[in-house]
């Protein structure tokens, strides 16, 4: 398996909290960089949060003190745990590996 593979993403309340899962093979997964990407219709993609393969992480403003990027490196997988989510939080969600893996990409959706 090469190709990132996202979970985890569904219908939340808001102010509610979801994680993203983007799970990947044990060689790609040691070497890269992951980022979590998110594109509403007709916006550009965005890159919300990263984490280096030595775990250092960054975040887009508007996700700073709600989101955590991390790393599990007993499951080759990266997490995106969102938390006090906000109707603008809605997009679709996509991992990258490296500089061109991408994931399928999993709908979030905030709505009361």
């Known amino acids: 398996q090469v190709q990132p593979v996202e979970s985890g993403g569904g219908l939340v309340q808001p102010g509610g909290s979801l994680r993203l899962s983007c799970t990947t093979n044990k060689i790609i997964f040691s070497a890269y960089t992951f980022g979590w990407y998110r594109q509403d219709p007709g916006k550009q993609r965005e890159l919300v949060a990263s984490?280096?393969?030595?775990?250092?992480?960054s975040y887009t403003d508007s996700v700073t003190g709600r989101f955590t990027i991390r790393r599990d490196n007993t499951k080759n997988t990266v997490y995106l745990q969102m938390d006090s989510l906000k109707p603008e939080d809605t997009a679709v969600y996509y991992c990258?590996?490296?500089?061109?893996?991408w994931g399928q990409g999993t709908q979030v959706t905030v709505s009361s």
């Open positions: 984490i280096t393969n030595t775990g250092r992480t």
């Open positions: 990258k590996a490296g500089q061109d893996l």
